[in-house]
């Protein structure tokens, strides 16, 4: 059987997190990754693979089943998915929440236009927690749900901090509120704001000479990433960056607290976590699961932008459907 060919567009934490997972994948091989940087500069882990520049992916249409995009939500992906989907399948991990039904509609119609099939918002939230939450929703309509994400490094605020002028290294920690947890687990069904659930507190090394209430200001007001929290910005050296802000972290948990029965005095909790030491290997790992998933529903004609919600379970795993049946279910 052909293995699935794929490449990665953008090569930093989340890129080096795709090229581990295809490692661990039999059925896949990684074609090409693609980089702004010198492609010199860039050392792979895996042998013989080419590092091109990305405007020069136009030329390897005909060798890559998948482009797999690791930029940041921030200002990359909105950009970069919607013209990549003109020349490939493309799949990214755009997490902006609140952004997300824009930048479906605008990779959709990419992709439908040139005959590609596209992932958008896949990784752990948005993407598998998108599943659980639609689950619980779904088995217990009489309810509540709560998403509560950390301790842990948001890579797509991370970006959105270092992207602020004057910031030369930046790490963003989201961290729930346990006290907020330990009310819904209650099943009293508590009403909870965005700030009553998660503080962020932000780690940041500031450029020689730059203005740090600036900085502050900026973050802390930021549109869709912080201006709804409790946010602490810290400035701090770049000695205790490297020494203390080594890894990534993160994790999280979708709650459903829902009643039945006649009367419906019955209460019922749905309860799904995850515990993640590396938040890019993990996320990685779950955009190569779902190129899998877009390499067979390419093969059966499909095109335009999808989510996880349009993903039968069974696309995912390399088994067949006879020994899903005879294993799993």
Same mark, same amino acid.
């Given at each position: 059987?052909?293995?699935? #060919? ?57 060798? &890559?089943?998948?482009? =797999? =995009? ?20 493309? &799949? ?70 270092? #992207? ?6 930046? &790490? ?12 819904? #687990? ?8 965005? #700030? ?39 400035? &701090? ?93």
């Amino acid at each position: 059987m052909a293995k699935t #060919r794929i490449a990665i567009a953008g090569y930093g934490n989340l890129g080096r997190g795709v090229e581990l997972a295809i490692k661990q994948n039999s059925d896949m091989e990684l074609a090409a990754v693609f980089t702004r940087r010198d492609p010199s500069s860039v050392k792979l882990l895996t042998e013989g693979v080419k590092v091109l520049k990305l405007d020069d992916a136009k030329d390897m249409q005909d060798e &890559i089943d998948v482009l =797999i =995009i690791c930029g940041g939500s921030a200002t990359d992906l909105p950009e970069q998915t919607p013209a990549l989907a003109k020349l490939f399948n493309v &799949i990214d991990s755009f997490d902006t929440h609140a952004r997300i039904p824009e930048h479906f509609a605008n990779v959709d119609k990419a992709a439908k236009e040139s005959g590609h099939i596209a992932m958008i918002s896949l990784g752990w939230d948005p993407g598998l927690f998108s599943l659980n939450r639609l689950y619980a929703e779904s088995i217990l309509p009489n309810g509540k749900s709560y998403t509560f994400w950390g301790k842990g490094v948001s890579q797509g605020h991370s970006d959105a901090i270092r #992207r602020v002028e004057g910031v030369k290294r930046g &790490i963003q920690y989201t961290c729930p509120v346990e006290a907020a947890m330990d009310v819904v #687990r209650s099943g009293s069904q508590p009403e909870l704001s965005t #700030r009553d659930k998660h503080t962020r507190e932000c780690f940041v090394v500031a450029e020689e000479g730059a203005d740090k209430a600036k900085i502050e200001a900026e973050i802390k007001g930021m549109k869709n990433y912080f201006d709804q929290y409790d946010t602490t910005v810290n400035f &701090i050296t770049e000695e205790e960056f490297d020494a203390v802000h080594n890894k990534m972290p993160h994790g999280g948990f979708v709650m459903r607290s829902g009643m039945t029965g006649d009367g419906e005095k019955t209460h019922q909790m749905i309860e799904y976590s995850l515990k993640l030491e590396s938040n890019p290997e993990f996320t990685g790992s779950v955009l190569v699961c779902y190129a899998r998933a877009m390499a067979r529903m390419k093969s059966e004609g499909m095109t335009g932008c999808k989510t996880a919600f349009d993903v039968a379970p069974a696309y995912l795993s390399p088994l067949s459907a006879d020994e899903l049946r005879a294993s799993m279910l």
